[in-house]
């Protein structure tokens, strides 16, 4: 290949990159600009794409701190969100620690079976078990709690991260349990001390999935939550529309507000989501 | 450092037995090689010693002690792994003391101990880097090292060399002959490479589906192999095996060749017997060439291929329908298709019965 015709495929490359980031981004970006002015402008036709005065009304707003008060009560639906997020990422994690690191290391009747099970779960859109999640949940009490919700993520998450962990388990060779148990460990000591550490980009990457799928949904939240108590952020969202206005510019406020924290722990973590991910995290 | 006796020892995996019955007493400070080919159950032996495989039925005692159920901590062995099995989220140096540290030795304890291991096999360079930065060889002997650091009453030795490549696998053989001579301990040492077991072993221990088809010493099972199997597998390269019948008091092989009767076996075989004649190739040399062997059997054999390897030559050669090896020391050139006449040292060579396969020499 030539130089000059080497050097033009480097542009295509490069601007059908850009054209997809393009893409995938400007939703976002139309967000953050679109929460920095009223709705008037976000309405606006032909429409405007710099804020023409940026500022931070919308924030204070429905914060209820401003002179336009929009009751929304952010921030408890933020506690909730943070409390059902955290609580049924780290239960799913525990559960799928275990439940992969069986799957990965022992023998036992009915294990494909099993494992076959779980990823079928996977297949089962949330929304179509709604209904009988809520009959169930409105017989025991559950709706309108967090602990509802945070049951439903559970079992939403728990089938991925075992997955997940499965193949990182696979990844680190048994002979170091076995090396670590000869050297004096128990099969725990062994687990927690060689086997564990070896794990942890696998267990950041299966945390990182577990928790924004507990942070973004939406469909089977907003069937289970009712008032302040339980509502997360993505359910409240809803509350900005009224019968015949929506408060996009309120709307856009919380959806950054519900972003920025996925970002930034996206952000911390993405070393070990990029390692994770491509599964070659540990040496022979 | 304690003798291991292993009694009856089975194992299973659901229905499929794979180690029937094994018996062997191996003495204090022994070298012990169990050698077989794949699939053999001599891996899985080993790593019922260590105490990584349940043991189906049978006993295993270290020392006085019945092992059977004691977790592989509490055997006080140690073993190195065919792909080392090193930490690899730690330096040299914390690999070296993980068992030290384990087992809550005072700090200056384990450094002194780590030393003395890094300084035996040469790793004091080595200690901060982590085990992804180590070449093959040296990764061996962190793993060496990290078995000696415990002191432990045996070491078990699982492939160690089969990942190294050919080179390095004779030198790091010697170490571990070296180390041996160092720390005297008893070793298990598991190989396929027939090589590694007459090179290091006090004792061989030859395995074939499960059951010891052989234990002695490796010149014992070189030059007394009980059936055909271990005389194939021990030596290299393989001894000749042509099917032949006993006729008038001579070897007949199928194309009606015939060789004497080896002097030390004419007791033990009849007339019509269906034997099978072994011979390795080292006894099967050109007539009036280097080797001068008395009461050999001369053969006039056509060759059909001549492999140089410097200081000899193996040619190979047909006989009786089937190709043998014969070894030429100081080598000549040798044209394929050309005769030539060998010397068989049929004093040397052996036979076995052709049903049992099992060698007609009188036990040693």
């Known amino acids: 290949m030539t130089a000059p015709y080497k050097r033009l495929m480097k542009l295509v490359h490069w601007t059908v990159t850009f054209l997809l980031m393009v893409m995938m981004s400007v939703p976002g970006l139309w967000v953050m600009l679109s929460s920095l002015r009223p709705n008037r402008e976000i309405l606006a036709k ?47 994690l525990a559960i799928g620690l275990a439940g992969g690191y069986a799957f990965s290391r022992f023998r036992f009747r009915g294990k494909n079976g099993l494992f076959l099970t779980l990823m079928l779960l996977r297949a089962v859109p949330g929304i179509a078990l709604s209904l009988p999640v809520f009959i169930l949940w409105s017989k025991l009490g559950l709706i309108d709690s967090t602990l509802g919700v945070i049951i439903v993520y559970v079992a939403l998450n728990v089938p991925f991260t075992i997955w997940l962990m499965d193949g990182f388990f696979r ?17 725990w000591q062994a687990f927690w001390r060689i086997e564990f550490p070896l794990a942890r980009s696998g267990i950041a990457a299966a945390g990182m999935f577990a928790f924004l ?10 069937q289970l939550t009712r008032s302040t108590s339980s509502k997360t952020l993505p359910v409240g969202l809803m509350d900005f529309t009224a019968q015949f206005t929506i408060d996009w510019a309120g709307m856009c406020a919380m959806a950054v507000i519900i972003i920025i924290p996925a970002l930034i722990l996206t952000f911390l973590v993405q070393k070990h989501l990029i390692r994770g991910l491509t599964f070659g995290g540990v040496q022979h | 450092m304690a003798p291991i006796t292993l009694t009856n020892l089975h194992k299973s995996y659901a229905n ?36 990584l495989e349940d043991i189906t039925s049978g006993d295993i005692h270290i020392g006085d002690t019945r092992v059977n159920d004691l977790p592989p901590r509490k055997r006080h062995i140690s ?15 914390d690999n070296l003391g993980f ?33 992804g930065e180590l070449s093959g060889g040296q990764r061996q002997r962190v793993a060496m090292g990290r078995a000696i650091v415990r002191q432990p009453q045996a070491f078990l030795f699982d492939e160690p060399l089969s990942n190294l490549d050919a080179k390095l696998r004779v030198l790091m053989r010697t170490e571990i002959k070296k180390l041996h001579q160092q720390v005297k301990t008893t070793v298990i040492y598991v190989t396929h490479d027939q090589v590694e077991a007459m090179t290091l072993a006090d004792r061989i221990v030859v395995m074939r589906d499960g059951i010891i088809e052989q234990q002695g010493p490796p010149m014992e099972i070189f030059h007394h192999p009980a059936n055909t199997f271990v005389a194939s597998f021990i030596g290299s390269p393989p001894m000749n095996m042509l099917l ?6 001579q070897v007949r092989l199928s194309d009606g060749t015939c060789v004497p009767i080896p002097a030390r076996l004419a007791q033990n075989v009849q007339d019509g017997q269906e034997v099978i004649l072994g011979f390795r190739p080292d006894d099967l040399t050109p007539e009036n060439h280097g080797v001068h062997d008395e009461g050999g059997a001369s053969l006039s054999l056509k060759i059909n291929l001549a492999e140089l390897l410097g200081s000899e030559s193996l040619l190979y050669a047909q006989l009786a329908g089937q190709e043998v090896q014969a070894k030429m020391m100081n080598p000549y050139d040798v044209m394929p298709g050309q005769d030539m006449t060998f010397t068989l040292a049929i004093h040397r060579a052996h036979l076995f019965d052709a049903a049992s396969t099992r060698s007609l020499a009188t036990p040693q």
């Open chain 2, 99 to 131: 068992g030290l540290t384990i087992a809550k030795q005072p700090k200056h304890t384990i450094q002194a101990r780590v030393q003395e291991a890094a300084d035996i096999l040469g790793l004091s360079e080595l200690m901060e880097r982590m085990p």
């Open chain 1, 213 to 222: 799928t507990s942070w973004n949904e939406y469909a089977l939240a907003s």
């Open chain 1, 171 to 187: 990844q680190i060779p048994m002979e170091l349990s076995g090396a670590a148990q000869i050297d004096g460990c128990t099969r």
């Open chain 2, 16 to 51: 499929t037995p794979v180690v029937h019955g094994i018996n062997l007493s191996i003495a204090h400070n022994e070298f012990v090689v169990l050698v077989g080919p794949s699939g053999c159950g001599k891996s899985t032996t080993l790593r019922m010693i260590a105490g």
């Open chain 2, 79 to 93: 073993m190195v792994f065919q792909n080392y099995a090193l930490y690899p989220h730690m330096n040299v140096r």
């Open chain 1, 46 to 92: 032909p429409a405007v794409w710099i804020p023409q005065d940026p500022g931070l009304t919308n924030f204070i707003s429905i914060f209820g701190l401003g002179d336009e008060q929009v009751a929304i009560p952010v921030a408890s639906y933020f506690t909730n969100s943070v409390i059902i997020a955290v609580t049924s990422t780290f239960i799913a």
């Open chain 2, 244 to 249: 032949a019948k006993i006729t008038d008091r």
